[in-house]
């Protein structure tokens, strides 16, 4: 007759692979203080690069966005000239910071919906 068991040892190894299966923290949070009243916090994260269809190099860090109402949004980094650019698929919602300075453009015509924004850590 075979018998198994399971006993408490492989407990601690449970707790390992938990821990080490956790979300990285993110390597900065800012909240910026916009035009209007309004404010946003983002937590900015990094990541591998990735390689677009065309060869060319993607960058592979995302941004949690916490809007003013509440909403949150996870944005992945795109090509960007100048600062940090963040879009969603379509890019109908794009988050853009350079400095201590950020702004959101919404929808087809890009709308900026946040505006003058200037962060504080």
């Not at 949004?73 to 960007?80: C, I, Y």
Request: aromatic share 10%; charged share 15%.
């Amino acid at each position: 007759m075979l018998r198994t068991t399971t006993g408490t040892a492989a407990l601690p190894f449970l707790f390992l692979a938990t821990a080490w299966a956790q979300p990285a923290p993110p390597v900065s949070t800012v909240t910026y203080a916009c035009a209007h009243g309004r404010s946003l916090t983002a937590e900015y994260f990094t990541g591998p690069t990735r390689t677009a269809p065309d060869g060319a190099p993607l960058p592979g860090g995302h941004v949690v966005l916490t809007l003013a109402d509440g909403n949150k949004l996870t944005l992945p980094q795109t090509l960007s000239g100048s600062g940090i650019r963040y879009a969603n698929v379509g890019e109908s919602f794009v988050f853009w910071s350079k400095g201590d300075t950020a702004f959101v453009e919404e929808g087809a015509s890009r709308t900026v919906t946040y505006a003058d924004c200037i962060g504080r850590k």
